[in-house]
């Protein structure tokens, strides 16, 4: 099968699987994992924070960054489509008593201006706005990267407004890499940052919350109490490292497949329009008389699959475990869609 529904079905590389064998490991609750440790300090040291907490999921790095931002009956701004809001199971009321102020983005992303305009303003009646969270790239905007002038002004804005600043950055290397920008620009930007080692770059468990030492050190009370508390995670995060040295250069590749690949679906009849490629994610509207679960059935019996994420919106997305033939074979099926 040439799965192209998520870029989470990426598998360890032999050579991952050597690097997590290899790996020497503690107890991480007692902060006694070597290799747990090296992965936090190694990213924080990346990204120009302070410090850095391992994580199982995105979701939780995503989760306790808000819990620790607010207090219950805070307001959070964000844009409707993202991961925080739609996808975490309603964790920013579960978890931290929260709600959204979400705001209709252009591809997931959100301007200063909109941004300015959702605050509110201090009055009995509203709740305090108290953190802004964006995403980059924007999952729902296909891939989508902020402009990063763009990000400076909601900086400003947000250190103007004494709001704190999130970002959701699941798929940052992806942004990185199609912006040319670096990790050492994004650690001065956010108050805190959250990066998934488990998408499209091999590593079978992770993600990475980085901040201040003060922020990380509540976080990492958060992480217990969530019970994300691992002990010897040090065989994920040798993944996790392996995967920033060996697997974060190559993005380019994955974002050139899925260029190819909109070139492609951009000819095929039941496809009436693809939102603009960035990086590595594909999104194809597909005609009025033909269904998402159609195309993708179809796909199907020639071994490729793809995601229908609406009636009318199929999803393809590239990564580690997408090599140049099966590329080749997929461009192949779809031109052949009669
Ligand atoms: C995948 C993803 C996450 C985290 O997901 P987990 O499955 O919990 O690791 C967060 N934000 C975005 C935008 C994502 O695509």
């Known amino acids: 099968m040439i799965d192209l529904r998520s870029d989470t079905f990426t598998k360890p590389t032999p050579a991952m699987l050597e690097a997590m064998l290899q790996a020497e490991v503690g107890d991480d609750v007692f902060g006694e994992d070597p290799t747990v440790n090296a992965l936090e300090e190694k990213t924080a040291h990346l990204f120009g924070m302070e410090a850095a907490l391992f994580c199982p999921s995105g979701t939780m790095t995503n989760q306790i960054a808000i819990k620790c931002h607010t207090q219950p009956g805070d307001e959070v701004i964000c844009e409707k489509t993202s991961h925080v809001y739609i996808y975490e199971g309603g964790g920013i009321a579960f978890n931290s008593g929260c709600q959204v102020q979400a705001i209709a983005g252009d591809r997931g992303r959100i301007t200063a201006d909109q941004v300015l305009y959702a605050i509110n303003a201090l009055d009995i009646h509203k709740p305090p706005t108290t953190l802004v969270s964006l995403e980059n790239t924007a999952n729902r905007g296909g891939g989508s990267c902020y402009d990063w002038a763009e990000l400076l002004k909601i900086r400003e804005l947000c250190t103007n ?178």
């Open 161 to 338: 407004q004494g709001l704190n600043f999130h970002l959701d950055g699941a798929r940052l290397w992806n942004a990185m890499i199609a912006k040319k920008q670096t990790p050492l620009q994004y650690g001065q930007l956010f108050d805190s940052i959250s990066v998934c080692l488990s998408k499209g770059l091999g590593t079978p468990v992770g993600s990475v919350l980085l901040g201040k030492s003060d922020f990380i050190k509540k976080a990492r009370r958060m992480r217990k109490i969530f019970g994300g508390g691992m002990r010897q995670a040090g065989y994920l995060a040798a993944a996790g490292i392996y995967s920033i040295d060996h697997h974060v250069g190559r993005l380019q590749f994955d974002h050139d497949h899925a260029q190819q690949l909109a070139d492609t679906l951009n000819k095929n009849k039941y496809i009436a329009a693809v939102l603009p490629v960035e990086t590595n994610i594909v999104i194809g509207e597909i005609v009025s008389d033909f269904s998402a679960v159609q195309f993708t059935d179809f796909l199907r019996t020639r071994n490729i699959l793809g995601m229908p994420i609406a009636l009318q919106q199929v999803r393809f997305v590239t990564h580690l475990g997408i090599n140049a033939d099966m590329m080749s074979e997929t461009l192949h099926a779809i031109e052949q869609m009669k």
